[in-house]
Structures are given as structure tokens and as C-alpha cells.
């Protein structure tokens, strides 16, 4: 005999903790009974439905028929690229496509029920049975256990479909193959390799802050793909950090980065009396400098956006000087002169700053030096990823 006070604590119990509507654990139950009970007593074509009264245990059972006409559509097993093939019901017997244990004519249906109309389910009574037999319970159990798992998954696709493009925070399960997975109680995240920072190193049990760039739903389970090497990582912990770019009135523009060492942001105001790079630095730098340690130390240049490609082109080359700059809109390509002893600052180690102004920015950038004698010239193609 089901206990029913147990029953509903456990409902309870799974709503809370796993977050799966109670209504979809009963629906998961109802349809095991009514698996349970075709398998036992049913007949080929029958459709058994079951309710489950949760206030006294009992489960009711009913068979469904659907309204047909006397021609009934059905798809040509044989030939499965016609579009459909039309049959009369005494065609459609000797081809076992019409089932009087799944179908029932619009005529007789009538008879049963006013009003009813092609396509509609006419239901009847089943006699319950007590016993349903070792193997249909096993099936009953299986379609339940099949049921909860899908009903929490879907829990979690909610849950966490709505985080997608989020910082999420969580604890470091374990780290195996250099892959960090990360637990965030109802489900647990995967920190790749290659999306970590270069020198980074995470130990069981850490706190840890990532950037859920996809939500995937597998045969193996949910999959939540994290990054901390993602642009938008950084341009959400702007977000966090400064609420000017949390209400919209500041902007990030662009990001170039280069994990572990770099970046680049263009920052633009939406209110003349706010100060976009201001925003972002913050008070004697508290709030860049968060950042930079959430980070391992990767520099940050905030540059201010421009609707004019002189000037913000010119910008992206910061922290040098530019002299003077050449904008060839039909190559998208932009030349800049800065100062012999800039020279090396413009271009950054191994092209770095460069190369991130260039990604930055869009344009190619070719730098050199305002003496002709000792002209050095650096060219840097755009390379746009796809984020």
C-alpha cells in the first residue's frame, strides 16, 4: 500500500531541492502506470492513459480512441517521399493502418458523444487492475527514474538558458587533463584548457569566477562551457564593477585581448557630463585594478571610442603619441607617424600593442617614424574571432 504522506514529502523534497515541478513527477508516474498497464492487459494500438490521485492513491486508467472519416490520411510506408496516400477504411484494414483499438469513425463516435468532431479522443473507463506483474513494474520504475532525469534537465536548461552571457561563481570540483570542472550546486560547469589564462593554476575546493559562453544539452547530461579568456568576460566584469556601464549610460565599443597579457577596450559615453575612460578606471584606479587582479595581473588600456576613424584609430595606439595619421578607406587601412623614440612604445613588445589596436579598431595600421633616415614600418592585419 503507498504511503501517501511519504509520497507527497518526497514530492516535496524533489521539488525543493532539484527544482522539478511536482506536476511533472506525477506526470512521469501516470505515464509509467499506464506503460505498466498496456503491457500487462493492453492491446496492439491501444492508447492507455492513467491519473493518479494524489490525495487517495488511487490510479485510475482509460483507453483513448481518435475520431476519424471513413477515408483516413495516412503516409505510404513503402514509398516514404509521397506526400501522402488516401484510403478508404476497408483499404486501410487490409493495409493495418486503421486499428479499431486506436480509431474510431466520426458515425459511431457520435452516437457516443455530442459534438465530437474529426480528429478529437473519445475516452472510456478501464477496469484497474491491482497486480501489474514483476516485469511492468521494473518498466513502471524505469519510466519514472527516465521522467525525473528529463524533467530535471530541462530544470537546468531553464535555469541556467537564462545565465547564458553571465559571470557565473562556483567551486572547483576537480581538475583532470587540465580541464577545471566547476560546481555550481545543480550543475557543474567545464573550464577547458584552452579558455583558461595562461599561468593560471586552480585547486580542488577553490572559489573561481567564469564566463558561461554555452549551454549545451548532451546525451551524457548538460554541459554549461565556460571561458575566462572570453572578451566578454572582461566587458561583464566592467559591468559588475562600474554601474555606469551597468544602466547603459557608458559603453564598451570594442575589445581586443590577448589572455594573461593585454587588452584593449573602447569605451564610449552616452551622458556628456560622464567621463567613460573615468568610469571604467574608477577612483585612484579601484575599479580597473579589480579587474586586473581577477585577472593575474593582465594590463588593461582603456581608450575612448570614436565615431571618426582618425581619432580613434589614433587613440588605439596608446599609450604613444601620434603625430599625424593617413586614413586609405578603400583598403581600410591607416598610417600612422609617431615620434622616433615612440616608435617601439606604438608598435608594444613582439608587435603586441599593435596588433591589439588593430583588432581593436578594424583598420590595418602601418606605424613609422617621423625621421625618414631611421623609418621603421610595422603592418598589422585585422584578424576578426568570431565570439
Avoid at 152 to 173: A, F, N, P, W
Wanted: aromatic letters at 6%.
Amino acid at each position: 500500500m503507498l504511503d501517501l504522506k511519504t509520497f507527497k514529502s518526497a514530492l516535496e523534497q524533489l521539488e525543493e531541492e532539484r527544482k522539478i515541478p511536482k506536476e511533472k513527477i506525477l506526470d512521469a508516474i501516470e505515464q509509467a502506470m499506464a506503460a505498466a498497464y498496456k503491457k500487462d492487459y493492453g492491446k496492439k494500438g491501444q492508447i492507455i492513459r492513467a491519473k493518479f490521485d494524489l490525495e487517495t492513491g488511487k490510479t485510475d486508467f482509460y483507453q483513448i480512441k481518435i475520431v476519424v472519416d471513413e477515408t483516413i490520411a495516412i503516409m505510404d510506408v513503402e514509398d516514404k517521399k509521397n506526400e501522402k496516400d488516401y484510403f478508404t477504411k476497408d483499404e486501410a484494414d487490409e493495409r493495418v493502418h486503421f486499428n479499431a483499438e486506436h480509431h474510431m469513425l466520426l458515425e459511431d463516435a457520435k452516437k457516443i458523444k455530442k459534438g465530437v468532431e474529426l480528429n478529437d479522443e473519445v475516452v472510456f473507463p478501464l477496469e484497474a487492475k491491482d497486480d501489474y506483474g514483476r516485469i511492468a513494474a521494473q518498466t513502471a520504475k524505469q519510466v519514472i527514474i527516465q521522467k525525473i532525469r528529463e524533467a530535471e534537465r530541462t530544470s537546468i536548461i531553464d535555469e541556467y538558458g537564462t545565465k547564458e552571457g553571465e559571470i557565473l561563481g562556483g567551486i572547483v570540483q576537480k581538475v583532470e587533463r587540465g580541464n577545471v570542472y566547476v560546481d555550481f550546486n545543480r550543475a557543474t560547469g567545464i573550464l577547458p584548457a584552452e579558455e583558461q589564462i595562461p599561468g593560471e593554476f586552480f585547486q580542488r575546493g577553490q572559489r573561481i569566477r567564469a564566463y558561461l559562453y554555452s549551454v549545451e544539452d548532451t546525451p551524457r547530461g548538460i554541459n554549461l562551457r565556460l571561458s575566462r579568456t572570453h572578451p566578454k568576460f572582461i566587458e561583464k566584469l566592467f559591468a559588475i564593477e562600474a554601474p555606469e556601464i551597468q544602466n547603459g549610460v557608458v559603453e564598451i565599443k570594442s575589445i581586443a585581448r590577448e589572455a594573461g597579457a593585454r587588452s584593449k577596450i573602447a569605451v564610449h559615453s552616452n551622458d556628456e557630463h560622464i567621463d567613460a575612460v573615468g568610469s571604467c578606471v574608477g577612483q585612484k584606479g579601484t575599479r580597473v585594478n579589480t579587474i586586473t587582479q581577477e585577472l593575474g595581473g593582465e594590463k588593461i588600456d582603456i581608450i575612448p571610442w570614436s565615431s571618426d576613424p582618425k581619432i580613434f584609430v589614433s587613440n588605439s595606439i596608446s599609450p604613444a603619441k601620434v603625430l599625424s595619421i593617413e586614413i586609405d578607406e578603400k583598403d581600410h587601412k591607416a598610417t600612422l607617424e609617431v615620434a622616433n623614440d615612440q616608435l617601439s612604445l606604438a608598435i608594444g613588445k613582439g608587435g603586441q600593442n599593435v596588433r591589439l589596436a588593430a583588432k581593436l579598431t578594424g583598420w590595418r595600421i602601418d606605424i613609422k617614424g617621423d625621421k625618414v633616415v631611421e623609418e621603421t614600418t610595422e603592418t598589422h592585419n585585422v584578424e576578426k574571432k568570431e565570439e
